[in-house]
């Protein structure tokens, strides 16, 4: 009878122990299981978030490249009449800021082309501002998931620290080094007719000229060269109103690689012991897992792919006011030119259309999606950059 007893409470205690070893179990199994999904989570949502903060700091970015490219496609060349230049590199000048309250008794010097150049450089501040920031989120997001005392261990590739060349390596995104001369013009009139020119005519050829003398330690060398300076009107050291070493932003050959990589580990603390640890000698695996994003334009790269000193043409309703201004401008000094002697008038009028054939047809030799920011703008703004995860692939892309 006792013997009976006592296997009985055997048996109790045994299938207590069974039960509580398989209640310990379950809850161990299902804290590991919502570990792993509160960090698969957690990494996800890293990734997605670094991901969507690229992307609109990339449509951003893009569409201050299309506001630069813009502001000098306004620009101009002036010859005679400004006529849009749709090139930087020959140079760029105001066209609508232009000073049109001067006479002809008093040429007036146009220095609005500061403006331009003013907002340019303010709108290239912006980009690398944008994308600097972007850097410092994601080491916010690294500071802030990143347990440093040993629970949990965060990495982001590619993390970089906050700075322009930094920022620009991991957008894939380099200046146009193809750079922008802005000209000083000299606005005046004849007959009523406004006129915008540079401020030396034969620059060229002075140049030249007064290069074989600039050596020349002589009275004879300076006399020469201030009988220059005054034949070129005095404005020989004005005729550049300064330069810009780069543009907009093209894409580099690092483009393509705009995926993020996350891996973010949790380690064994004493704190995230299974229960029964000593008894059953167990403990949680080091816990891993991974995640990657990407973003995505569907419509194209919205950045040009070569360096270019070709704008493009602005949108349609600057494009015809650029276009409406200049030829009046023409017609009026055609027109000032004719009442003067006729012969003078048609040859002013056949130089003035010739420029401006050749013009346009430089700009659309120049306007190429891949050479003109406004053209890869245009393109891809219906798409606009967007974010998703995708299959996280190691180094050799497994």
């Given at each position: 009878m006792k013997n009976s007893k006592g296997q009985t409470l055997y048996y109790f205690l045994v299938f207590t122990m069974i039960l509580v070893i398989s209640w310990a179990m379950m809850l161990n199994i299902a804290k590991l299981i919502r570990d792993r999904m509160v960090m698969q989570n957690t990494a996800d949502n890293i990734a997605l978030s670094i991901a969507t903060h690229k992307a609109r700091t990339m449509n951003f970015v893009g569409g201050l490249n299309y506001l630069i490219g813009t502001i000098?496609?306004?620009?101009?060349?002036?010859?005679?009449?400004?006529?849009?230049?749709?090139?930087?590199?020959?140079?760029?000048?105001?066209?609508?800021?232009?000073?049109?309250?001067s006479s002809s008794a008093r040429r007036v010097l146009d220095k609005d082309v500061a403006k331009m150049k003013t907002v340019v450089k303010e709108l290239q501040g912006l980009q690398e501002y944008a994308m600097i920031s972007h850097l410092a989120y994601i080491n916010l997001l690294y500071a802030q998931y990143n347990d440093f005392s040993g629970k949990y261990n965060l990495r982001i590739i590619p993390i970089e620290a906050a700075g322009k060349e930094?920022?620009?390596?991991?957008?894939?995104?380099?200046?146009?080094?193809?750079?922008?001369?802005?000209?000083?013009?000299?606005?005046?009139?004849?007959?009523k007719a406004h006129l915008a020119y540079n401020p030396i005519p034969g620059r060229e050829l002075i140049d030249v000229i007064k290069s074989k003398f600039s050596?020349?330690?002589?009275?004879?060398?300076?006399?020469?060269?201030?009988?220059?300076?005054?034949?070129?009107?005095?404005?020989?050291?004005?005729?550049?109103?300064?330069?810009?070493?780069?543009?907009?932003?093209?894409?580099?050959?690092?483009?393509?690689?705009?995926?993020?990589?996350?891996?973010f580990r949790k380690k064994d603390k004493d704190s995230g012991k299974p229960l029964f640890t000593?008894?059953?000698n167990i403990n949680y695996p080091v816990m891993t897992v991974y995640s990657a994003s990407a973003i995505y334009n569907t419509k194209g790269m919205m950045f040009p792919k070569q360096e270019s000193p070709f704008t493009g043409?602005?949108?349609?309703?600057?494009?015809?006011?650029?276009?409406?201004?200049?030829?009046?401008?023409?017609?009026?000094?055609?027109?000032?030119?004719s009442k003067i002697n006729w012969i003078v008038g048609a040859a002013?009028?056949?130089?003035?259309?010739?420029?401006?054939?050749?013009?346009?047809?430089?700009?659309?030799?120049?306007?190429?999606?891949?050479?003109?920011p406004i053209r890869a703008y245009e393109q891809a703004k219906d798409g606009g950059w967007g974010a998703h995860l995708v299959p996280f692939r190691s180094s050799n892309e497994n």
């Open positions: 000098l496609s306004v620009g101009t060349k002036p010859d005679i009449v400004q006529f849009p230049s749709y090139n930087t590199q020959e140079g760029i000048a105001s066209y609508i800021l232009g000073d049109y309250k930094n920022a620009e390596k991991y957008f894939g995104l380099k200046r146009n080094k193809i750079g922008i001369k802005y000209l000083k013009t000299i606005n005046s009139e004849i007959q050596g020349i330690e002589s009275l004879v060398a300076k006399e020469i060269v201030k009988a220059l300076e005054s034949l070129a009107g005095g404005f020989q050291t004005e005729e550049v109103h300064g330069t810009s070493d780069a543009s907009w932003y093209i894409a580099d050959k690092n483009f393509h690689k705009q995926k993020t990589k996350i891996i000593k008894l059953l043409f602005p949108p349609n309703d600057i494009d015809i006011l650029v276009k409406t201004v200049t030829l009046l401008q023409s017609a009026r000094v055609t027109a000032a030119f002013v009028s056949a130089v003035l259309a010739s420029t401006y054939a050749s013009r346009m047809v430089v700009g659309n030799l120049g306007e190429s999606v891949d050479k003109s």
